[in-house]
């Protein structure tokens, strides 16, 4: 695997990040030196073994289809700026 | 020192005047923060008002009886929710952030007579060891017995608060070892409970399958005191445990004869600390003599693999939690210009600090096509054997024993020489309980150099009882 | 990858609501308050430190559907997170279904009953909506409104068997059968829209993927653009690319989003904040028997118990209101009689007027009564039909009506023979060209009688009398 500069702003454009030239050259090397380090994870036998995505066993959490609380509008819109007209404000979709 | 109980007593009786007790609290804490910077907010209308409610209540002598912390300050490290109280998880990011609710937490200690005094520091986000990864803005906590050194992370400002203010308990919260480590470092008890056992409703999420809220106290009895307030389901959160409360005080005095513990042969000696291993023997002589059996036990794949196997898993599932950070609805904003892609870009890149970052190129990495199966995926998978290693280790033993951390509280100016992957292998023995969910506490056992050192005790799933037993024995031992 | 042989290729992925109480992860209200930001709460606004918790009546919706649409259904049902930014979401990612769907490789059949095969069923929360002020290109921000945010949605995606825009039409609309039989969508407020992939021969079937379109109708007028823009560009020499567009319905074009250079890649990893669900034999078996009868039982019933023809049973039951209609009207009524007049007369007037029987409010109590003085010979089927026209319109109570309009059939022999008896006068140039072996002109004069009647006499009876009276 090659990490390298147009691998990570691939990456940071993904994240929605702009990393100035100082960040990269920074990030690159210590990006590298990490993922080199976990790629030893691919020593450890795993086949016909389950992934574990929760460390306990949990399921079946389900709620009954009752109604509950909602927020008032007012609440809802409170903690930002961007607003109008009871709408949330957001930047342009295209 | 006076107990928490006793100090709940006279707050019942009316032998202390709780507002006044209160006024005292905050301004020792403005105190204290002004060297330490362990409160990213002090929330002194909230507990004034908590107050004056609890004298009223005392005067009347109404709903007070059965109130397991009445009167007692409780902080909440600051990815903990608590309503109309800024709560940023210590990123500039969510600066202003005044949620609209409680979290399940602070609601039962609020039901319990707390008083909440502040969000405590910590890494951005939970992304460290030392708090020294703070959200742009904020500010370090130091270490309370050396201010030139870090008192530990992500819950730094918990625990080196917990040390030093008179009479308070905290709540922290830990992904991969943010409780135990802090603890060790301030020379507090810190518990991490299993993974589901306290519900994460109203918690900022790091890492969805690992966070977990625990106490964090001078004594194991407030440890314990506040875990039976805030374990319990909660029909909030979907990976709430849905079983009986166990009662965890009554292990407190509870001898430990016969009791078998596990000595983890590879967390001594190479890659450790010296100094950071020297007080924990005599902490396992000190269970040996009250009646415990300890045995040496090898377990490679959680120390060998532990690492890589945690920050995988985070780092996948913390890309996603920070994706909703962009600049609307709540939190930071910039102008509203440009198109999505470029506000979106532009909010997240001026907030967002360097280990968030950092964290956030990882994660996404490790979920794309082409990488997914061999990080995120295989992650998952080594996790599954490392909790298989650690039930094989638990049929023999009822705790495993390590030093908490491999080294002493380091210096700031040390600390900045280390690289990302030098940091995060600091966490070598703290991750992988955390992969596994299992429940651990951190004993204070000494110091070294005046630094406190800590001893890890690892319990299996759903077993904190016996790790406060054990933490007990030691405790009265010294 | 399959080798098309059609000259155009449809695949669709189509979302439904499920019609549920509240949303899929919180508690919010799915109806009601319209305003903006009225029914929201931490979670389906993305808050930090909100959860989701999964709505049981929605699975059990979504597992009706995977049943009817024989689906495999996954023995366990798992979430993921699929992430993308956009200003509709309230986190920037959706939770979705990845690898494990709920259902798999199901069919279902159209009108003609050509197959079409089913990839995925699978469940997700719907984004926010969004206003843009000025126009989605203009606008300078958007307005957002999260009352949508989190609502409970099931996809379906097809592959890509539609061989045409009224074929991809067809299957919305049977899909929409099925839900309705299930009782697992409101009809009447629910939403269903689609995104359809279509490519031409001519092109090579370069894939085009058309977002956004809002309901069965939309589906076909989109579709049919969208090919004849295909074939245009063609025949201008321009190359069809590989590219999103979205659906302008008030403009009725197709306009481009993005042009795709690859695949987006939406790192989907399992979302840890929900549980799995298991989905046991027993869950299944309880399930199908909570089941209602689909369109398939309703066929086989009218025909063995109500002795209709099978194509008129086909008809009526693809339509569930219809269907239920048909039921209750055939227990009052002849069977036969009842089919005729819901599959032919009904369905005649609906579609004249471009409405679906649940949009008017004739019922079944309307049916009865008109069927009735139908049968006993009160009205002719001419006044029947102008009756019905009428109802489409506004209901009103049939009985007093013909009361009220004197529309009874005339039937009393000598009535009808005065009104003979009269065209026959006032049209002697007529009765003398039948008289000369030109039949038709017999038609002018039962028309007269008719005239006279308004309707009330039945042709065949004014033939007779009006032969035996010139003969």
């Known amino acids: ?94 | ?478 | 990858m399959k080798r098309f042989t059609s000259d155009i290729v449809i695949g669709l992925e189509i979302h439904a609501e499920l019609d549920t109480k509240t949303k899929l992860f919180c508690s919010c209200p799915t109806k009601g308050n319209e305003e903006p930001n009225s029914r929201t709460c931490v979670t389906c606004l993305g808050m930090p430190g909100s959860k989701p918790v999964l709505n049981k009546k929605a699975v059990e919706f979504a597992l009706k559907l995977c049943l009817a649409l024989n689906c495999e259904v996954s023995p366990e049902l798992v979430f993921s997170r699929k992430s993308y930014f956009y200003p509709d979401m309230a986190k920037n990612y959706q939770i979705s279904q990845y690898e494990m769907p709920l259902g798999k490789n199901g069919s279902l059949r159209l009108r003609d009953s050509k197959e079409i095969d089913i990839t995925r069923v699978h469940m997700e929360e719907d984004p926010a909506s969004l206003v843009h002020p000025a126009g989605l290109k203009e606008s300078a921000y958007v307005l957002v409104d999260y009352n949508r945010s989190g609502n409970q949605l099931v996809e379906i995606v097809t592959e890509p068997d539609l061989a045409s825009p009224d074929e991809a039409r067809d299957f919305m609309k049977q899909l929409i059968t099925v839900l309705n039989y299930l009782e697992i969508f409101d009809i009447n407020e629910g939403i269903i829209k689609a995104d359809a992939n279509v490519s031409i021969r001519e092109s090579d079937y370069a894939r085009v993927e058309i977002k956004n379109i809002t309901g069965f109708k939309e589906i076909e007028r989109a579709l049919m653009y969208e090919v004849s823009r295909q074939q245009d560009e063609i025949r201008h020499h321009k190359k069809i690319e590989q590219e999103t567009r979205a659906w302008d319905s008030e403009k009725g074009v197709t306009f481009t989003l993005r042009k795709k250079e690859t695949e987006e890649d939406y790192g989907y990893i399992i979302d840890t904040d929900l549980t799995a669900v298991e989905i046991t034999g027993k869950l299944v078996r309880e399930i199908k028997n909570e089941m209602p009868e689909l369109a398939q039982d309703k066929v086989r019933k009218f025909v063995e118990k109500h002795r209709i023809k099978k194509e008129d049973a086909e008809i009526i039951a693809a339509e569930k209101e219809l269907a239920e209609m048909f039921e209750k009207v055939a227990e009052e009524i002849n069977p036969i009689l009842a089919a005729k007049w819901l599959r032919r007369e009904l369905v005649r007037v609906l579609n004249y007027n471009k409405k679906e029987l649940h949009e008017v409010k004739i019922d079944e109590k309307h049916m009865i009564d008109l069927l009735k003085l139908v049968e006993n010979k009160k009205i002719t089927d001419n006044v029947a039909s102008k009756i019905l026209e009428k109802l489409i319109e506004k209901p009103f109570d049939i009985k007093e009506y013909v009361k009220k309009e004197r529309l009874e059939a005339v039937s009393d022999v000598s009535e009808l023979e005065k009104y003979c008896r009269e065209a026959i006068e006032e049209n002697p140039k007529a009765v003398e060209d039948y008289k000369k072996g030109e039949k038709k002109a017999l038609n002018f004069i039962v028309g007269s009688v008719m005239k006279k009647t308004r309707g009330k006499a039945t042709p065949k009876e004014v033939n007779e009398i009006i032969l035996r009276l010139i003969k």
């Open chain 1, 1 to 94: 695997m090659e990490v390298d500069r147009k691998l990570l702003e691939h990456v940071a454009e993904v994240a929605r990040i702009k990393l100035n030239d100082g960040e990269i050259k920074k990030f690159l090397p210590q990006l590298k030196e990490i993922l080199e380090f976990f790629s030893k994870l691919k020593d450890i036998n795993t086949d016909n073994v389950k992934p574990s995505f929760q460390p306990v066993e949990l399921k079946n959490a389900m709620r009954e289809d009752n109604e509950g609380q909602c927020l008032s509008q007012d609440d809802a819109l409170s903690l930002t700026e961007h607003k109008k007209d009871a709408y949330f404000k957001g930047p342009k979709a295209v």
């Open chain 2, 1 to 478: 020192m006076e107990s928490v109980h006793d100090f709940i007593k006279k707050v019942k009786n009316g032998e202390i005047d709780i507002v006044e007790h209160t006024y005292k609290l905050i301004e020792e804490c403005k105190e204290i923060n002004k060297e330490y910077n362990y409160l990213n907010t002090i929330s002194e209308e909230l507990a004034l008002n908590s107050a004056s409610e609890i004298k009223i209540q005392v005067k009347q002598n109404k709903n007070i009886k059965n109130k397991k912390l009445l009167g007692v300050a409780v902080s909440a490290k600051d990815a903990i929710c608590v309503r109309d109280v800024e709560t940023t998880a210590g990123s500039k990011i969510l600066q202003s952030y005044r949620p609209l609710f409680d979290a399940f937490v602070i609601q039962r200690v609020k039901e319990e007579g707390a008083i909440i005094i502040g969000k405590t520091s910590q890494d951005e986000f939970g992304f460290g060891g030392f708090s020294v990864n703070v959200g742009k803005g904020f500010k370090i906590p130091k270490n309370p017995f050396d201010s030139e050194r870090s008192c530990g992370g992500s819950s730094g400002g918990a625990a080196g608060l917990t040390q030093k203010l008179s009479s308070h308990i905290a709540l922290g919260e830990s992904t991969g070892g943010s409780i135990v480590e802090p603890a060790s470092f301030c020379g507090v008890y810190g518990l991490c409970p299993t993974y589901g056992r306290v519900s994460r409703y109203g918690l900022i999420d790091f890492s969805n399958s690992m966070d977990k809220i625990g106490s964090m106290g001078k004594t194991i009895e407030d440890a314990a005191l506040l875990m039976n307030v805030i374990s319990g389901y909660d029909k909030k959160d979907s990976t709430s445990l849905n079983i009986k409360n166990d009662d965890y005080e009554k292990y407190l005095k509870k001898s430990v004869k016969g009791m078998k513990i596990g000595i983890i042969k590879e967390a001594f000696g190479a890659g450790v600390d010296r100094e950071a291993e020297n007080n924990v023997c005599p902490g396992i002589e000190e269970l040996e003599e009250e009646g415990a059996k300890a045995e040496e036990i090898s377990l490679e794949l959680p120390i060998k693999y532990g690492i890589a196997t945690y920050y995988m898993i985070a780092a996948s599932e913390a890309s996603t939690n920070l994706a909703k950070f962009c600049g609307m609805r709540y939190g930071a904003v910039e102008k509203l210009e440009g198109s999505f892609n470029e506000y979106f870009t532009k909010v997240r890149s001026n907030n967002f600090g360097d280990e968030a970052k950092r964290r956030i190129m990882l994660g996404t990495f490790a979920r794309m096509a082409g990488y997914r199966d061999a990080f995120y995926l295989k992650a998952m998978k080594v996790r599954t054997l490392m909790i298989n290693e650690y039930k094989k280790a638990f049929k023999k033993f009822d705790a495993l024993i390590s030093p908490t951390a491999s080294i002493l509280p380091p210096k700031f100016e040390d600390i900045e020489k280390l690289t990302p992957l030098q940091h995060y292998m600091i966490d070598i023995m703290t991750v992988s309980p955390n992969v596994a969910g299992l429940p651990h506490l951190n004993v204070p056992v000494g110091f070294e150099k005046n630094l406190p050192i800590g001893m890890l005790l690892i319990a299996d799933h759903l077993q904190e009882g016996k790790l406060i037993q054990l933490g007990s024995a030691i405790e009265k031992g010294k």
